[in-house]
């Protein structure tokens, strides 16, 4: 096996070990960071 063909595979595994989410992520978190967003945003505008 060549050295790139055994980093692409280490990366790859890397990538499929991860589990960490991010804000922008799908699903309910989303929603609520958007919201929390958009919340500061009118505060900032009405002040």
Same mark, same amino acid.
């Given at each position: 096996?060549?050295?790139?063909?055994?980093?692409?595979?280490?990366?790859i595994?890397?990538?499929?070990?991860? *589990?960490?989410?991010l804000?922008?992520?799908?699903?309910?978190?989303? *929603?609520?960071?958007?919201?929390?967003?958009?919340?500061?945003a009118?505060?900032?505008?009405?002040?």
């Open positions: 096996m060549k050295s790139n063909e055994r980093h692409i595979k280490s990366v595994k890397a990538a499929k070990e991860c *589990d960490t989410v804000p922008w992520s799908r699903g309910a978190r989303r *929603d609520a960071f958007i919201a929390k967003r958009n919340s500061k009118l505060l900032k505008k009405s002040a």
